[in-house]
């Protein structure tokens, strides 16, 4: 085999599997309690994700029979076989896991016939909406890079790079922006790329250019450059670099709206 498109395999077979970690405590959250909100609001973000990744390796074909079968697992069938709505959430992600343990075998063959879309390499995220053309397809790879270290497990890696995509977007749009126009919106003096990172963010809602999403940085977040530099060392969680992804991805939507 094509050692580019085993490297390729592997990526989406480490994503898979990280899917699939995710997808247990997911399920295991709604049996425990179906009505939490935390537990319902990481299974939409997990179903997404799901969702983003069947897409890639079924080459963005509904006819796909990975495609379908994703659809299919949203369904809940009567007695005659006809599909109707009412699903149990947890149901819907245990079947969700079984397509994803589809998609490990497709992938894991060793026969000349692995039934996944020819097209493995994912699409870049794309960062249109940065004004800085130099800055896209850095921001681009961060954005893949972050995604991969949450699916590895490396907590600290995902959020900050995270926080270092978010303060790149940031920064551009202010400068973008321009300090003329930001004097009115209480900016300091001096250099956007010397003021602290919390400022730039509040400088940026301030001027309307994002909402007040970045609430929801936990404080390692925040301090994230200083993490690891100062001698006391902060332990990043699971939950601190999901909320800085997340964080992430709302920012990105106040940036550019027409998304």
Excluded at 66 to 92: D, H, N, Q, Y
Excluded at 233 to 255: H, I, K, N, P, Y
Aim: contains cysteine; aromatic residues 4%; proline residues 4%.
């Amino acid at each position: 085999m094509d050692e580019t498109l085993r490297a390729q395999i592997d990526s989406h077979l480490s994503r898979l599997n990280g899917l699939i970690r995710r997808g247990r405590q997911v399920r295991d959250g709604l049996v425990a309690d179906p009505s939490d909100v935390l537990a319902i609001a990481a299974t939409r973000v997990w179903q997404e994700e799901c969702g983003v990744t069947i897409n890639q390796l079924s080459g963005g074909s509904k006819a796909h029979w990975l495609a379908r079968s994703f659809s299919e697992a949203f369904l809940m069938r009567s007695a005659t076989g006809e599909a109707v709505e009412g699903a149990a959430p947890e149901k819907i992600v245990q079947r969700l896991l079984e397509v994803l343990g589809q998609a490990v075998a497709s992938l894991s063959r060793n026969d000349d016939g692995p039934i996944i879309s020819a097209s493995l390499e994912p699409p870049p995220r794309r960062f249109e909406f940065v004004h800085n053309a130099e800055l896209r397809p850095i921001v681009e790879q961060a954005y893949t890079d972050s995604r991969l270290a949450l699916e590895q497990g490396d907590y600290d890696v995902a959020m900050r790079t995270s926080c270092g995509i978010l303060e790149a977007i940031v920064t551009d749009a202010l400068e973008h922006k321009g300090l003329s126009a930001l004097a009115g919106s209480g900016a300091p003096e001096g250099m956007i790329a010397d003021w602290p990172f919390e400022m730039r963010l509040a400088v940026a809602q301030r001027a309307g250019l994002i909402r007040g999403g970045y609430a929801r940085l936990p404080a390692v977040a925040r301090a994230y450059r200083d993490h690891g530099e100062s001698g006391a060392e902060s332990t990043v969680t699971e939950r601190d670099a999901r909320q800085a992804g997340q964080v992430l991805r709302v920012l990105m939507r106040d940036l550019n709206p027409g998304r």
